[in-house]
């Protein structure tokens, strides 16, 4: 389903046609390769897809590869591993978007190009339901909370997210006690960045960072690896727009008018690291709309 040319000897992956992992019953939402649709218990699903070989993988120029509807704890989430045992390379333009990006090639060398970029920003936590970290949400103008509190506000109402991680270590994972309906609290759940809302059931919603995931012997990057908080946007889809905010993408809804989401993780193994790109996991700014 992914490689475009797949070289049967090496296992090399020519991917040179863009591709979206669409959500959980939506229609053409499968994926090839490694993909469950978990915990099947819940309202909701995480759509995990891994695709693997022993060979490289190339995405070519300005070609994508998204799985970025946000992580909506109570509708679905989507998770993307990409192993491979020679390589990642991400031409000049190429995207990779998800929730969660793992890019795994231990014995071998992961590229970003100039102008492409593997991002998982604005794609972390996004939804009060079923949150078993919902006490780190900033609340009525305050901010997301992440490894540090959430800044808040002069108003009286605005609360800031209480701090989660381990601010030293953050892509410790930790366990949420006390929550007995969601049974694995120590998944990346817990790497992603808060959300941040202006009315408790009304009104827009900030998301936070997802997680990007890099091991590999060496990592270049010229491009932008991100896990950032959603920038402020208004929702645009089938209403006047009468803003400067940029429109969101449909996935994401409204961002406007709130405190600032936090950024997710990045998480890099890698012996050697270069290039003159950009690798970031910054919060976002608090609207004043």
Known sequence: WLCDALDATTGDCLVNTSRCISQFGMPDGGCGGDCVDRPPFMPGFLRSCTFASGGALRFAANVSLRCDFAEQIGSSACALTLAFGRGVVLEEGAVVSAGSVRLESAGAAVLVARGAAVTS??????????????????????????????GKCDSPSAVGGGTFGDGTRPWQKIATPGVPWWPDVTTDLTLYGAYSFGDETQGPICCGGGLVSVKASSLHVDGAISADAQPACRRCHGVLHHSDRPCCPLALDSCSGVGGASGGTVLIDAAVMNGSGLISARGGDADPE
């Open 121 to 150: 920003t604005g794609l972390g936590r996004c939804s009060a339901v079923l949150d078993p970290l919902y006490w780190t949400k900033g609340e009525a103008g305050a901010g997301a909370g992440h490894g540090g509190a959430g």
